[in-house]
């Protein structure tokens, strides 16, 4: 089944303790992407992939990382979490930049 | 830079009622336009998407969209509302060249809600 599937689900922890949030695609898409979503400000892009080895900043990238060394992985990295980095966060990938973007589950995070 | 702004966060209508919901973007560079819909608790659906060529877009579930570059506009239309489009809707822009080639902008969201 073609997916995108971010992990963990749900996620609490405390500030300035290290994660990552997964994300992996079996689509052979090129373009990759990281949103996070708050109430009333839609969704936000915080990164994006147009290819292996390809990353460039969104509208909201800071505290954030990604890398991209496999075509089907785009991981997002927060070194140091902080509360204002609670938000419910997307993952989305699509074979070309004009094309229609698949999203997976989301994964919500709350920092303490 | 780009950036789309919805006109109203919560739009009311009655079933049967036609459903109109607006979006108007800003872009330097030509754009390509999406409408996506979230239901509660889920991700987000491609509900239609403008590229080039025709203007008027029809999507999935009766939905259309028409991209009007004078009035720098896609709104999005259903003629007869069903209980089922109850959802979040979300406007986006991607400009199709530039120095935010990449780059995906969404509006703020509209909650349609559908009353019996």
């Known amino acids: 089944e073609a997916q995108v599937t971010q992990n963990p689900r749900y996620l609490i922890t405390v500030t300035g303790k290290k994660l990552t949030v997964t994300c992996s695609q079996n689509?052979?898409?090129?373009?990759m992407s990281w949103y996070r979503q708050d109430p009333g400000l839609g969704l936000r892009q915080i990164y994006y992939?147009?290819?292996?080895?390809?990353?460039d900043k969104g509208d909201v990238p800071e505290g954030y990382k990604v890398s991209r060394k496999e075509k089907r992985n785009f991981p997002l990295i927060l070194e140091s979490p902080s509360p204002n980095q609670t938000s419910l966060y997307f993952c989305?990938?699509?074979?070309?930049?004009?094309?229609?973007?698949?999203f997976g589950p989301g994964t919500r995070l709350t920092v303490l | 830079a780009q950036s789309v702004t919805q006109l109203g966060s919560h739009v009311s209508v009655s079933e049967g009622a036609l459903v109109l919901l607006r979006c108007n973007y800003s872009?330097?560079?030509?754009?390509?336009l999406f409408w996506y819909v979230q239901y509660p608790n889920q991700g987000l659906q491609l509900l239609l998407k403008?590229?080039?060529?025709?203007?008027l877009v029809k999507g999935i579930n009766g939905f259309e969209a028409e991209f009007k570059k004078s009035e720098t506009s896609f709104h999005l239309t259903k003629p007869s509302a069903h209980m089922s489009d109850a959802a979040e809707y979300f406007c986006?822009?991607?400009?199709?060249?530039?120095?935010?080639?990449?780059?995906?902008?969404f509006g703020q969201g509209t909650i349609l809600t559908v009353h019996p």
């Open positions: 403008y590229t080039t060529g025709a203007t």
């Open positions: 689509m052979n898409h090129e373009y």
């Open positions: 986006a822009v991607r400009v199709a060249g530039g120095t935010s080639y990449g780059k995906l902008t």
């Open positions: 872009s330097s560079v030509p754009p390509y």
């Open positions: 992939s147009m290819n292996v080895e390809v990353t």
């Open positions: 989305a990938s699509s074979l070309a930049l004009g094309n229609e973007q698949f």
